[in-house]
């Protein structure tokens, strides 16, 4: 209890200091309070923009795809410890990155979320295709591989193989999603700018509305 009497002043500094410092007209804070908000607020009822048959909008869908990957790569860089220090900087780059993406509806600053989700993809997609080809050849190399070696039942051996292999496929189906998400995210952002700036300058969009009536008199 003494201890966080005395850590509070040093905590409320550190909020004044950084979390309220704005970046780009946007405190700090509200970049990462923004990955907990599932306001949509251009192109809301767009089905062009809605996933999951329409239940959700690719918006608040890329926030949760994305903190999904920073609870991902939290647990991988605690299990590789002290190793992950050498790798740190990339999730961190990615992850800033990203957040000020998410926030200030960025369709470039996407992109690393894109590479990103295609690098992760081709490096499953070529351990998938390592290990089934490897469990084509030997059964017991693929067991191994996975600390189940030990098992001598044959239908025990099979359900292990086929519920490893079920697994794997099924994350290469998410990867492969993901990246069309945050694709697709990026084309919303796109369409969002555009919608931001015709409601900042409405004069400028009356008259690019109007040009096209013009030339059609003419």
């Not at 993406?101 to 996407?110: G, V």
Request: proline fraction near 4%; charge should be neutral.
């Amino acid at each position: 209890m003494w201890r966080n009497y005395e850590m509070r002043p040093f905590l409320e500094m550190f909020d004044i200091a950084v979390m309220n410092k704005q970046i780009h007209g946007v405190r700090v804070k509200d970049y990462f309070t923004n990955l907990a908000s599932k306001e949509v607020d251009v192109e809301e009822n767009n089905p062009s923009y809605r996933c999951a048959k329409g239940r959700i909008h690719i918006y608040p869908l890329t926030k949760a795809l994305f903190l999904l990957n920073i609870g991902v790569w939290l647990l991988a860089i605690g299990i590789m410890f002290p190793w992950s220090i050498l790798v740190f900087w990339i999730p961190l780059l990615y992850f800033l990155i990203t957040i000020y993406a998410l926030k200030q509806k960025s369709a470039t600053c996407m992109w690393p979320a894109i590479i990103h989700s295609v690098m992760l993809l081709l490096i499953w997609a070529s351990a998938t295709i390592v290990l089934f080809s490897t469990a084509l050849f030997s059964t017991q190399t693929f067991l191994d591989t996975f600390g189940q070696g030990h098992h001598e039942d044959f239908v025990v051996r099979l359900f292990i193989v086929l519920t490893i292999k079920i697994v794997m496929v099924l994350i290469g189906l998410f990867l492969v999603y993901q990246c069309y998400a945050f694709n697709l995210c990026r084309k919303y952002f796109d369409i969002a700018k555009n919608a931001d700036v015709n409601l900042t300058q409405p004069e400028e969009a009356t008259e690019l509305q109007t040009m096209p009536d013009k030339t059609d008199k003419t």
